[in-house]
DNA sequence: CTGATTATTTAACAAATGTAAAAGGAATTG
DNA sequence: CAATTCCTTTTACATTTGTTAAATAATCAG
């Protein structure tokens, strides 16, 4: 049963860019199951990032505390990619965590394997340069949200983008994700819905 | 000498990621280079994105209107890398445009020659994994910086992070990079610095 | 089921940032 | 170098968002 869901997996990534039965395999061999329960921390603060998960049930969020706040930084939803970007591809602690907001079921891949993966299969590096691709472009059109968009529109885009997050994950999690305070986000919602 | 600043700039992307002569070579022959004057477009807005720039010589930025305003996304200068990433990696038009700061020479590499590259040379394609992580660095850095960070205090980490900046380029186009109003970013220099 | 904890909303006020308009400086062009 | 245009600062006021605290509402553990 947990070798279907790896390959359930290993297919989603190969939609993303074709890999061969040898790769597939090669990156099968690398995935395991980490399992975290609700509110409990897959990676700790300070720590280096070297490996690579993907939501494989439930949900998780990248957080960090500015000003002894909680800020989240990023959600990950099914078959997303969850990654401390900044410490992963620099080899510098991370400030951030990562937490599950559910029980939540992790594929881990543990990066060093991976990258040497990377030299006898192209067609691998490939695949993680379009997912990292993907996560960039994902991350620039919530630079530009954040950069000059009000509160209220941020939060009315998110309705759109993801109706699930906004039904599933703690207000005050959206919140610092927007860029605002809980109460800010309360007094939007007050106004709109 | 046109030759020399290619080679420069080919001997600067290897130390991001070792590459063969051959690859050297074939990068070589794909470059050109486009000279664009002061406040002229490189590439305009609602057209998709299919070619890769560096700065060579000179400041180029990204920009785009919100509300009839003019927003500037991003600052590129000597060997930084400039593309509208939602659109190349995509294939969908851009909103946003490229335009120089100052008269600005560019180094051109059409995205399409290069990325066909990418199927014979390995070492090529893992180059410009490495480029595209580094951007994604950045921009998480920045979006951390927007999300919760005071106009005052990404002024003041620009200011540390690229003092260039903040000594070269006209505010207007510094305010709307930090989020904020022109009005806004005079206010915090009056009151430090 | 009940008390305790946690999450969300509301209220009142403070601080930060936006808007519009005008004034002063700097740069550019004829 | 004079005139024009563009850039930056300042002012006054409006709006948004933050802060603190209290009141509800929802969830969780025993």
Redesign the interface.
């Known amino acids: 049963m947990k070798d279907t869901s790896k390959e359930h997996f290993i297919e989603y990534l190969s939609q993303i860019s074709q890999i061969s039965p040898e790769s597939k395999e090669a990156i099968f061999n690398l995935c395991s199951f980490v399992s975290i329960n609700k509110n409990k921390n897959l990676q700790s603060i300070g720590q280096t990032c070297k490996t690579i998960y993907f939501v494989q049930d439930g949900a998780a969020r990248i957080y960090?505390y500015?000003d002894d706040?909680d800020?989240t930084?990023y959600f990950a939803f099914e078959n997303d990619l969850i990654i401390r970007?900044?410490s992963l591809?620099?080899g510098k602690p991370s400030h951030k965590a990562i937490q599950a907001i559910y029980d939540t079921i992790f594929i881990s891949i543990p990066a060093k394997p991976l990258f040497e993966l990377?030299d006898q299969h192209?067609d691998i590096?490939?695949l993680?340069?379009k997912v990292?691709?993907?996560?960039?472009?994902d991350?620039?059109?919530?630079?530009?949200s954040?950069?000059?968009?009000s509160a209220e529109e941020r939060y009315k885009s998110l309705i759109e983008k993801s109706p699930t997050v906004v039904r599933d994950i703690p207000l005050k999690y959206i919140a610092?994700?927007l860029?605002i305070t809980q109460v800010s986000l309360s007094r939007i919602r007050a106004n709109f819905s």
Chains 1, 2 share one sequence.
């Open positions: 960090y500015k706040k800020v930084e970007a900044e591809f620099t990377f192209h590096e490939r993680f340069r990292v691709e993907r996560s960039y472009v991350t620039i059109n919530r630079l530009e954040l950069q000059f968009y610092s994700y860029g």
